[in-house]
């Protein structure tokens, strides 16, 4: 098998990367995001091709032989932006570390270089991968030389060989240079013929096979036009050919040893916590399996070479430890648990106390004593997931009642936007400490040096970020929010909430049967049987058999998703068929399916989990399953939502919903009058505002009018487009774009809230809700249009969505707290957005209703009245 030779063109995919991803920025302030998407691509490139050799091609400078030859060549770009060209240096330095050697040559670009490369390799037997997003390198295409071509941005590469590129495109590899000279290229500013497109300059090709024989027989070209213009720009296709051309004899030596990959482990390590690629970094060893080197030390960071030794505990040093916890007031401990809740069980605890670690094993006799520290609530303690241990506690039958501070959560306040917040990265970002740690508590276990190491850094890092949070006006927002939620959720994800097994099994053998009903119905109408879940044939059948109106057409053909069948839904029975189908066999594999196996065996009920550290604006989520995605209007919803029933000893589910939450914070934080009068007097506000806005009396607002003033009132909220509002509501973007400015001078005080946010945002690089939630915009200020108004638009609504997270959160604290210290039996059960749900007894509907409605109105004072609706019923479809 030959060798494998990759080739990339860096400075083409630093570009890609750069405009392809959002603006990442480390804590530091070093802009980061095309070093990241260069350095997956690099990564994924290793993983799955494993070349044997690697190069990096850059341009040296705009300044070349071709500029000479054409002075307006790529005389239409832009200046790099600083963001970018500030970067490239970083991908060098990472190379470096990659052991990757990189080229660049005065007088000439990347493509000359890979061009020379490429050719010199395949010669000498090597099977060479260019990697590029720019379709010039197709030209280097050969019988041991492929391209791949980067798609979506960075994420994909399509591979094209010689077969390939004649399938698209009808050519061979160096007819695509006389393509460029007849039809020139607009990105590169090479002029070709004017007049002469790629259909036509395809076309010629096809007939006459290069540019020469084009010119040559120009009196045989249909069409006296495009003759004219053959003849008189007859130079400049030449000249415009001669610029496509890439060099492939430049004096570049080929050794081979001069491109193998000698890669410096700890260097690429230390370089991916100093750009803070947390994805990346677990991959390390995998990517570099072999590795004789010593550890380095490089400046401001301090490689540690060994873990501190572990120290056994056993009942004896445990009773010790408590002892001198209680007169110091506090420690930090690092948990290991197996299973998840509800029965989530401690197999090892490394606890710091007094400058000492200890390691209580799953076989120690020590369990007891560590189950009275952690239910003393004069004791402050510091650790990491402190959900993990009131889970733990939970199955102990114990109480955590210690006072928490949780690294984790604060983290996730200080950086909102971070994917995840391993303890390895905190070190290193507060501490200067460089440690990877394994990514699970299996392996933990099996190196409690890890854990201990662990436990001592929870310990150090509190101090740091006590001050991080204060300084950044996060601490209460922390200490009255964020943390108490931590046990709120954690006693709900023990609860979980009841599933009717037998309601969800005959529904799921009902809704089975009904799909293959709809099956044979669907085949009788299309009058063939065929692959329904195939997208090209239905498309066929629909648009070829059928004759329905083409809506929409891919690369690949016709297009058959959702938005397409709606518009074609009252135009053939099958349209409505296929759309019952689609919805019933999503409702049954996403959810009948999906939630039979997540049924605790020995519960009987479903456990999710509800995740405080995904979204940047605060809201929660939940996973395995997600509650929170179910159809809210959909009659597919409500069959889900009948299956949630009241567990036993519980005879009603509850549900409480705050009304337009969001909309009521913008009257707040606006103080717009016009909104202000309509909640304090209770006015429909989407008929206040369909009456404002098209200039009807309220009494003659009809529905649809209502419908659309609710889009733009929830679409101002969220920093809508007049091309986002007229998809829609189904008018045109000038329609759309008039509701918006009428909207806008009927309610000036949103008006110049939005415009004030925004110029805050542009000033101090981030915007804050009502109670201190922090959300960094690096893009704010971007020279790239699209970023800029994505961060904007951001701007706008994080500062509502954010606010309302922390209301339904303190509205939840609140509830949670008030169950539990009247010794009620009800219980709380889920969060769904700006709804809470509710387990309850018959003997305590009325006090909880009251209980829970009090707390949701009462979570804070706004300038208009916060209102909460509260239903009940024997499932959650009756009580939602």
Known sequence: ?????????????????????????????????????????????????????????????????????????????????????????????????????????????????????????????????????????????????????????????EVIDVPALKEKYGLTPVQMIDMKGLMGDTSD?????????????????????????????????????????????TEQAILSKSLATIVRDMNIDFTPEIYGITPEKSKVRELFVKFEFKSLITRVDALFPENGEQETRSENITVIECFPPVIPANRSEVTAIYEEAKRLGKISCYPLASGHSPLAELVGLAITCADKTYFIAADSEGWDGIFDLLTDQHISLATYDAKKLYHICHTRGAVLQARIFDILI?????????????????????????RLLPTDDKHMKEKPEFACWASKVVGQLQAVI????????????????????????????????????????????????????????????????????????????????????????????????????????????????????????????TYLDGLEVLIHPQTGRIHTSFNQMVTATGRLSSSEPNLQNIPVRSEMGRKIRELFVPGEGYQYLMSADYSQIELRILAHMAGDASLLEAFRHNQDIHTRTASEVFGVAMSAVTPELRSRAKAVNFGIVYGISDYGLSRDIGVSRKE??????????????????????????????????LFGRRRQLPDINSSNFNQRSFAERTAMNTPIQGAAADIIKIAMNRVYSEL??????????????????????????DQVAELVKQAMEQAVELTVPLLAEVKVGHNWAEAK
Request: glycine share 8%.
């Open 189 to 233: 500013n090479i002029p070709g013929v004017p007049g002469i497109g790629e259909k036509t300059a395809l076309k010629l090709l096809a007939e006459f096979g290069s540019l020469e024989n084009v010119l040559e027989n120009t009196d045989k070209i249909s069409g006296k036009k495009l003759q004219e213009n053959i003849r008189q720009y």
């Open 736 to 769: 759309a774009a008039h509701y918006i400015d009428s909207y806008f001078a009927k309610y000036q005080g949103v008006r110049r809230y939005i415009d004030d946010v925004v110029a805050g945002a542009h000033r101090d690089g981030y915007v804050t809700t």
């Open 820 to 845: 539990t210290s009247k010794g009620l039996k009800s219980r709380l059960l889920l969060q769904v957005h700006d709804e809470l749900v509710l387990e309850v007894t018959a003997g305590e509907l």
């Open 410 to 434: 604060a983290a996730y306040l200080l950086e909102p936007t971070a994917a995840t917040y391993p303890l390895d990265f905190l070190a290193k970002k507060y501490l200067g400490e460089t």
């Open 466 to 589: 006590v001050s991080e949070l204060a300084d950044a006006g996060l601490d209460k927002l922390f200490e009255q929010i964020e943390l108490p939620l931590v046990e709120t959720l954690a006693a709900m994800e023990v609860t979980g909430i009841q599933v009717d097994r037998k309601c969800l099994k005959e529904m799921a053998v009902r809704i089975a049967a009904k799909i293959d009903q709809l099956i044979h119905e669907i085949y009788l109408l299309a009058g063939e049987n065929f692959n329904v879940n195939s997208t090209k044939q239905l498309g066929v059948i629909l648009f070829e058999k059928l004759k329905l109106p083409i809506i929409k057409k891919t690369k690949t053909g016709y297009s058959t998703d959702a938005e397409v069948l709606e518009k074609l839904a009252g135009q053939h029975p099958l349209i409505d068929k296929l759309l019952e189908y689609r919805m019933l066999t999503k409702l049954k594999s």
């Open 1 to 157: 098998m030959s060798q494998k030779f990759v080739i990339i063109d860096g400075s083409s995919l630093v570009h890609r990367a750069f405009h392809a991803l959002p603006m990442l920025r480390t804590a530091d302030g070093l802009y980061t995001n095309a070093v990241y998407g260069f350095t997956t691509m690099l990564v994924k490139l290793l993983t799955e091709y494993k070349p044997d050799l690697v190069a990096v091609a850059f341009d040296k400078s705009r300044i070349t032989f071709r500029t000479e030859a054409y002075q307006q060549y790529k005389g239409n770009r832009q200046a790099t932006p600083g963001e970018l060209s500030e970067q490239f240096p970083l991908v060098r330095e990472l190379l470096q570390a990659f052991g990757i050697t990189t080229l660049e040559e005065q007088g000439y670009e990347a493509d000359d270089i890979i061009g020379t490369l490429s050719e010199k390799a395949a010669k000498t037997g090597y099977e060479v991968f260019i990697v590029t997003g720019d379709r010039d390198a197709l030209q280097l295409i050969g019988p041991v030389t492929k391209v791949l071509l980067t798609r979506k941005g960075i994420s994909e590469m």
